[in-house]
């Protein structure tokens, strides 16, 4: 895909992901810029003979805009990415809650979906450290059901 038809894409997209208004303008002065161009599946519509003169525009007018749209991209990334968190016990690195409150220091109650970990009950009620824990898992005496 490129440049101009990506852009064009995640104009279409506006609605449905977080981005700032800047960026909505941008790809949004892009797709309005560029819509008499021979772009995706619009290219098979167009005679060859006249493909190679729009071929100059279309790479002259990505290579003004990549540099934009390369910003653009990064961070809608940032803005639309989950933010999960790591397991401190097997780095399963897609915990939706961190493992303790950064406030208050309790267990998230979350269960570890590969090591079967549950923080603030394996830990503070069972009693378990992470070395163990993690020294149990390794030798596949850990379910993901939490028994202890
Ligand atoms: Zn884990």
Request: charged residues 25%; glycine residues 6%.
């Amino acid at each position: 895909m490129g440049v101009i038809e990506g852009a064009v894409l995640l104009n279409s997209l506006a609605d449905y992901i977080t981005m700032e208004k800047d960026h909505r303008i941008f790809l949004t002065v892009i797709a309005s810029e560029t819509d008499h161009l021979p772009i995706g599946s619009l290219r098979e519509q167009w005679h060859a003979d006249y493909l190679p003169s729009k071929e100059a525009e279309i790479t002259h007018y990505e290579q003004l805009i990549s540099n934009d749209i390369r910003k653009v991209c990064v961070q809608l990334i940032a803005n639309n990415v989950e933010k999960f968190h790591r397991c401190p016990i097997c780095e399963f690195d897609r915990l939706v809650d961190p493992p303790r409150s950064e406030v208050t220091g309790a267990g998230s109650l979350e269960v570890c979906s590969r090591c079967g970990f549950q923080f603030g009950v394996t830990d503070d009620d069972q009693g378990i450290s992470y070395e163990q824990w993690r020294d149990r898992w390794k030798r596949g005496e850990t379910t993901s059901c939490n028994e202890s």
